[in-house]
């Protein structure tokens, strides 16, 4: 016993360590945790399985408890130092971003003006605007300045329920801004307590220095990979399969050198065009197709036959004035599952919340709301690779939501607004 510590503290003491740290009760709990719907009810039914008068308790930022109020082994408040009354209030997971770009310098308002006036994206990539303005950007800007500049969007994204991000490089394309990047999206998670997951997305575009030698480019890339993944900066590996980005065979060298060291891999497949991205990406038993709205039945089969998830990007779509949409019916037919997140970035899709994405999602690509929920959810987490959060079940990671709503549409329903209560990561308050 510490000296100063009186009998009474180490019993307390001691009957902390027994009792959970928290005890959300009077929730109306979406756990996620079930084949389809909001939670584990009525199988077959979808938009069912929320638990009305539900209890969420937690310990040691793991989940000890998610289930019906009914089922609590005792009384609330023998079970947990804090007993917290939701009132009625929806509580869901802690929503997974599971793609953005949010770590870059400058913004591209001006492009914006630009396409409203008649450029296409692709017109302005060209010219020599587009990811190549954000590289000049972002390479001269310091760490710190990059920091400074990423964290409100980390925050507005936190703010809005988001307790996992992952964050590509992609705007450095030299070895030292790469790094650059992928350290900021470190000290981001740091700075706000939540679980920031890194993507080398080395192979966005081609650097001014290196044009008309895109592979010489792609020799370089597959070069800073081991330097990158060796100072443990690199979680996944990514790349822009694209006209406009790189071809089949430059994509294709990039994942064989993820592969060499056991690295995930995930694509930008089939955004502008139909490149066989999907297919490629699922050839190499990849995380996620991102994109996907120009993706084939023959891309959809392969990737139903890997495991890959579909990861739409309503913001990119709305902001480009798309019109083809994705295959969404025939995700939903072979089984692929759909993940849902921002590409929060300067270029295609400057958007600061999750929420506003799923909402996108319903709007644009028919989504249900509990189809939106599920990819923002459980199936981004898996686009991650991650399996320890996603859904609220007793020894996942205490990571979850309180809103000021009751209903799960309701988060797909409001345009903006704020609707976060609280946010848990690692069940500790973050917002
Ligand atoms: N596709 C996208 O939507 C983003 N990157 C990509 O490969 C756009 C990036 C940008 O325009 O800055
Ligand atoms: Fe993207």
Request: aromatic residues 6%.
């Amino acid at each position: 016993m510490p000296r100063h510590e009186t009998h009474a503290e180490a019993g307390l003491a001691a009957e902390r360590g027994a009792r959970w740290d928290g005890l959300l009760v009077n929730a109306r709990l979406a756990t996620l945790d079930g084949a389809e719907g909001y939670g584990d009810g009525i199988a077959g039914a979808p938009g069912t399985g929320l638990s009305p008068a539900g209890a969420l308790g937690w310990r040691d930022g793991r989940i000890a408890f998610a289930g019906p109020a009914a089922a609590l082994p005792a009384r609330p408040d023998e079970l947990a130092i804090e007993v917290i009354d939701a009132g009625g209030d929806l509580v869901t997971p802690g929503l997974v971003d599971c793609h953005t770009h949010l770590v870059f310098a400058g913004d591209r308002a001006a492009e914006f003006e630009q396409r409203l006036g008649g450029a296409s994206y692709e017109e302005i990539a060209r010219a020599g605007g587009g990811i190549v303005s954000t590289v000049r950007a972002t390479r001269n800007a310091s760490e710190d300045e990059l920091l400074a500049q990423s964290l409100p969007r980390a925050r507005a994204l936190l703010a809005d329920g988001v307790t996992t991000l992952e964050v590509k490089s992609g705007y450095g394309l030299d070895f030292a801004s790469e790094r650059r990047m992928l350290r900021v999206a470190r000290r981001l998670g740091d700075a706000l307590g939540i679980d920031v997951r890194t993507t080398f997305l080395g192979a966005h575009a081609l650097p001014p220095e290196s044009a008309g030698d895109a592979e010489g480019y792609i020799d370089a890339v597959c070069g800073w990979l081991p330097r990158l993944h060796a100072e443990g900066l690199v979680d996944a590996v990514d790349a822009f399969c694209e006209r406009i980005g790189f071809s089949d065979d430059q994509t294709r060298r990039v994942f064989e050198a993820a592969r060499a060291l056991g690295l995930p891999v995930k694509l930008h497949a089939d955004q502008l065009s139909d490149g066989g991205g999907a297919a490629l990406v699922a050839a190499f038993g990849g995380l996620s197709a991102d994109h996907v709205e120009h993706t084939s039945p023959a891309g959809v089969r392969a990737m139903a036959a890997a495991g890959t998830v579909a990861v739409l990007l309503p913001g990119a779509f709305h902001v480009l004035r798309e019109t083809t949409l994705p295959p969404i019916d025939a995700f939903r037919a072979h089984g692929v599952p759909m993940a849902v997140a921002t590409d929060c970035n300067p270029g295609t899709s400057p958007l600061l919340s999750l929420r506003q994405a799923m909402q996108l999602a319903c709007t644009h690509f028919r989504l249900t709301p509990a189809e939106a929920l599920r990819g923002a959810t459980v199936h981004a987490a898996r686009a991650l690779g991650l399996d320890d959060r996603g859904r609220l079940r007793a020894g996942l990671r205490a990571d979850f939501v309180r809103w000021r709503v009751r209903e799960p549409a309701a988060l797909c329903y409001w345009l903006g607004g704020d609707l976060v209560h609280s946010v848990f990561a690692g069940g500790r308050r973050m917002a």
